[in-house]
């Protein structure tokens, strides 16, 4: 460890803790609901739009924004750049909740959830799927994820993790490999599902390049979800800013985004269907603010000077997390025609249950640093 | 490649009998794919029943109805059906013997004696077993008697016919005379002839041809199941083979015979077909030859399950067959499925609250990160 962690402690029952609990519990009322009377009951869903938010929001975007850890420990293990390792914690909690709540709410989307570990049993798998690689990928992930933050539990309760903690020190580096390569497998396979979806997906957004723009910006994402993260923790819970580290994580974000808009946009052009964005209808308009999303982030961070400035990053990482997100959705609902006739809006209860997972990923956050030795410790300003 | 030019007395025989030698090429071909062989395998099986060596055959009826001779008297290619009564040497069938009493009964037990081990004895009917099989003679000999000797000294056993498989009718309550299936005979006996049941109420003649023709190709009996049966008939549910199967999935019934659903072909598991249950392959091979629908289910009849042990002639006709695997869902997916729900009031008015929330939040946090920096700045 170059640093240490520490956990920062104070108290839990704080006001947003408690607001966050009450639509996460305002959540799993509408959940009930949903098991008792099924997924009509609480969704807009139907058969020609079998996936809302719960999958675009929670899965697709969802596991974009917390592949902070996957991001993170690209720069950190396999660039070894060693100066980073502050933000591998952190990083590592937020794809944890993320994920693990990708995986639940996924749990609510199918419709015959009590099959959710057939993708596992290898006589129901079908290789040639992408939706099994996806399945397996993110399972396998999860399980890695948990592995890679048990040191955490391990320094708070030492004892009682004394048995584990020798051997997995040992193996451990087996699963930080696992977790650099599995991110890599599934982020771009999000992406290959839609292509799938053909000429269902409008021609703004469908392309073979899906997954490695789908790749692309979840690690631009993750830069960004890291930049935010780490200047809304030194407001909130008061510590200090860690904003050199943060503006040089921003060029990594911004080269990345340079890499996809030549991706993103010469693929258009080459396809020729770039004028479809200004022919005035929605999806033209969705595409238009989606690219000048990740635009805007050079004109915020273009100097030096700029890119020190705690609220040139924090506009910078917003942007660029919209500018995934949108993308994100873009390419799963707004995008996505599946002829005429069909729409579709989320519902209250289904954007309510969506809510109640980010509070709970809310709520485990503050929890989490609070107790367990995740944010570095606090070093004189 | 064999050559009906090399078996010059069939040849002539065949031809004779109107049949060229291309139809026999696609009838030996025809046998290949209802066993389930590559077609290939034509070649072999021509060649097979062109052979003038071939084992001969001893049929003995016994407690039934007659109804499987017939059923292989009237397959649709009557010549083709002589053809292979002739060429699988047919040497007693009482039905067909052209000779009759003392004359047909010295010609049985000489053929048995001469192709002692070699013959293929073929059963009709159960065997009644009750009072020492009194029920039942051939010749002054009880039909107990008479399979136990025969079967003993056959190559194989071919039990056709439900009667001869399980007991069929005769062995419907109280079943009187005790008819046992052929099986149960050799069994209670300690016979260890090889048995292949043909059960169905007649059987398709083309599953017992087959099944003969298999055994003069390949010198050995063909895949059975655990209850006898050849697999490549009965390995199959009739239920997943039907062509009204899409109804049951749909939840469409006949209820009475005659209603509308009966009328409209809608499928007939309510009033008690077996199908579901029974394997065989009806549904696939038909009867007669003379194209779709003529088979019972494709005629509006439930099917009665005589190929499955304890169903035909046990189960009361219109009682609902058991369903192996699939079981007709309660509720049914509606013809127009709704296209979806556009926004509602409460949706809109959560994601503006949300978004207003989150712009709010953002220069909140604008604000405060400039004022710590300040703050930090003045600091140093």
Same mark, same amino acid.
């Given at each position: 460890m170059i640093d240490e962690s520490k956990p920062?402690?104070?108290?839990?029952?704080?006001k947003p803790f408690m607001f966050f609990s009450a639509i996460a519990a305002i959540a799993a009322i509408l959940l009930i609901k949903r098991f008792i009377f099924g997924i009509g009951a609480v969704t807009n869903l139907s058969d020609g739009y079998p996936w809302g938010i719960w999958i675009a929001y929670d899965v697709v975007v969802g596991t974009g924004l917390t592949c902070g850890g996957y991001a993170i420990s690209l720069i950190v293990?396999?660039? @070894?750049? =060693?100066?980073?390792?502050?933000l591998i914690r952190p990083a590592v909690m937020a794809s944890l909740f993320g994920y693990t709540l990708a995986g639940v709410s996924i749990f609510f989307d199918v =419709?015959?959830?009590?099959?959710?570990?057939?993708?596992?049993l290898p006589k129901y798998a079908?290789? @040639?799927?992408v939706m099994l690689e996806v399945a397996l990928c993110v399972m396998a992930y999860i399980a890695v994820l948990w592995i890679e933050f048990t040191p955490v539990f391990a320094e708070k309760w030492t004892d009682k993790f004394r048995i584990v903690s020798r051997p997995l020190n040992k193996v451990l580096f087996v699963f930080i490999a696992l977790g650099v390569l599995l991110p890599t497998m599934h982020q771009s396979s999000l992406g290959t599902l839609m292509v799938i979806a053909g000429k269902k997906l409008s021609p703004l957004w469908q392309t073979a390049y899906i997954p490695l723009l789908f790749l692309i910006s979840a690690i631009t994402m993750a830069y960004a979800v890291v930049i935010f993260e780490s200047l809304i923790s030194a407001i909130a819970l008061k510590r200090e800013m860690e904003t050199p580290m943060l503006s040089k994580l921003s060029l990594y974000m911004v080269g990345l985004t340079v890499v996809y808009l030549i991706v993103r946009l010469g693929d258009i052009l080459l396809r020729g269907k770039l004028l479809l964005a200004f022919n005035g209808d929605f999806k033209g308009f969705m595409f238009i603010v989606e690219n000048l999303l990740f635009i805007l982030p050079f004109f915020l961070l273009s100097s030096p000077s700029k890119r020190n400035n705690p609220k040139m990053l924090f506009y910078a990482a917003i942007s660029m997390l919209l500018a995934g997100g949108l993308y994100r959705f873009d390419t799963f609902?707004?995008?996505?025609?599946? #002829? &005429?006739g069909w729409q579709y809006f989320p519902a209250f209860s289904e954007i309510m249950i969506t809510l109640g997972l980010i509070s709970i990923e809310i709520v485990g956050y503050m929890i989490f640093v609070k107790k367990l030795p995740v944010l570095p410790a606090v070093r004189p300003a | 490649m064999s050559d009906l030019k090399d078996y010059p007395d069939i040849a002539d025989g065949i031809e004779k009998k109107g049949i060229s030698r291309r139809d026999f090429m696609k009838f030996c071909t025809g046998v290949a794919v209802t066993l389930g062989? &590559?077609? #290939?395998?034509g070649t072999q099986i021509a060649e097979a029943v062109l052979n003038p060596k071939r084992p001969p055959v001893i049929w003995l009826a016994a407690q039934a109805c007659t109804g499987c001779t017939e059923a292989l008297l009237r397959s649709n290619h009557p010549t083709l059906e002589h053809l292979i009564l002739d060429l699988i040497s047919?040497?007693?069938?009482?039905?067909? @013997?052209a000779g009759s009493g003392k004359q047909a009964e010295d010609w049985l037990r000489k053929t048995i004696k001469e192709n002692k081990g070699k013959y293929i004895l073929v059963v009709d009917g159960s065997i009644p077993v009750k009072? =020492?099989?009194?029920?039942g003679k051939i010749g002054g000999k009880t039909m107990l008697s008479l399979c136990e000797d025969m079967s003993s000294q056959a190559a194989a056993v071919i039990a056709i016919g439900s009667c001869a498989s399980w007991g069929g009718m005769p062995s419907a309550d109280p079943n009187p005379t005790g008819a046992t299936p052929v099986y149960q005979v050799l069994q209670n006996k300690g016979i260890k002839t090889p048995v292949i049941n043909i059960p169905t109420? &007649?059987?398709n003649p083309y599953n017992f041809l087959s099944t003969v023709l298999y055994y003069l190709t390949f010198k050995k009996l063909p895949e059975l199941d655990d209850k006898l049966?050849?697999? %490549?008939?009965?390995?199959?549910?009739i239920h997943d083979n039907c062509e009204r199967r899409p109804h049951f999935d749909a939840g469409r019934?006949?209820?009475? %015979? =005659?209603?509308e659903g009966h009328r409209k072909g809608y499928c007939l598991y309510k009033l008690g077909c077996k199908g579901p249950e029974t394997h065989n392959n009806c549904p696939t091979?038909?009867?007669?030859?003379?194209?779709?629908?003529?088979?019972p289910v494709g005629t509006g009849h439930p099917c009665f399950?005589?190929?499955?042990k304890g169903v035909g %002639?046990?189960?009361?006709?219109h009682t609902p067959a058991k369903l192996k695997d699939i079981t007709p869902p309660v509720n049914f997916p509606g013809?127009?499925?709704?296209?979806g729900k556009g926004v509602t009031v409460a949706a809109a008015a959560v994601v503006a609250g949300l978004a207003g929330a989150a712009i709010g939040a953002g220069v909140a946090t604008s604000k405060k990160l400039d004022k710590k920096k300040t703050g930090s700045e003045s600091k140093e």
């Open positions: 920062i402690g104070g108290k839990i029952l704080t293990y396999v660039l @070894n750049k =060693g100066e980073y390792h502050p =419709g015959r959830y009590w099959q959710a570990y057939n993708p596992v079908q290789v @040639n799927s609902l707004i995008g996505f025609d599946p #002829g &005429p | 062989l &590559p077609f #290939g395998m047919l040497e007693y069938h009482e039905t067909l @013997n009072d =020492g099989g009194i029920y109420c &007649p059987p049966r050849p697999k %490549f008939a009965f390995s199959r549910l019934f006949a209820v009475q %015979f =005659g209603d091979l038909l009867f007669n030859d003379v194209g779709s629908g003529a088979w399950g005589c190929s499955e %002639f046990t189960v009361p006709l013809i127009a499925e709704k296209r």
